[in-house]
């Protein structure tokens, strides 16, 4: 139990460090597949799978700490300028 909340407070630690430097740490679900589509008259969508994950973004001058981003798994997203982490990767 103490782990873990050492772990807590070790890691709200970084994130206020991440946030004082203007870099944003936030927990973002995206979109990966949506299949199995089925529409109704007028072109509404009546069924569909989607498939989303959950994933661990920084985003704002990263650049300071690109490497630090990399060594702990992080990858960078051109699309939506971030770098993530999957979130069963924590």
Not at 3 to 15: A, P, T
Not at 55 to 62: M, P
Not at 69 to 87: I, L, M, Q, T
């Amino acid at each position: 139990m103490k782990k873990e909340i050492k772990g807590l407070i070790r890691q709200q630690r970084m994130v206020n460090r991440l946030e004082e430097n203007g870099i944003t740490v936030r927990l973002q679900k995206r979109v990966v597949s949506v299949t199995g589509c089925r529409w109704i008259w007028g072109g509404h969508l009546a069924d569909a799978t989607v498939k989303s994950r959950t994933r661990l973004e920084i985003q704002g001058n990263t650049f300071p700490v690109k490497e630090i981003a990399k060594h702990y798994g992080f990858k960078f997203d051109p699309v939506h300028s971030v770098w993530y982490r999957d979130h069963r990767n924590f």
